[in-house]
């Protein structure tokens, strides 16, 4: 995730939320690690929530937050 979110910004790149961002083209990309949809798509509805909102508080998607997000950390 880290590759691609640093190739994808580099030469004037725009970060926005959500892992989203903006190449130096113009064109939009969203970076999200393999887990957030399972996380997401869990069978508790708490603990999904919980990661929603975790993930909306977030520019670059933090994996490590996400997960502690999940465990009501």
């Known amino acids: 995730m880290d590759y691609f979110w640093e190739k994808l910004l580099e030469g004037g ?3 926005s939320q959500c892992g ?3 190449d130096k083209y113009g064109l939009s990309w969203q970076i999200t ?4 949809p399972e996380l997401l798509q ?3 509805p708490e603990k999904a929530k919980r990661v929603m909102q ?4 977030m520019v670059k998607i933090d994996i490590e937050t996400l997960k502690r997000a ?3 950390e």
């Not at 690690?33 to 957030?36: A, D, S, V, W």
């Open 13 to 15: 790149g725009k970060e």
């Open 20 to 22: 989203w961002l903006k």
């Open 33 to 36: 690690p393999t887990i957030l």
């Open 42 to 44: 869990d069978k508790d």
């Open 54 to 57: 975790a993930m909306l508080k």
């Open 70 to 72: 999940a465990e009501g």
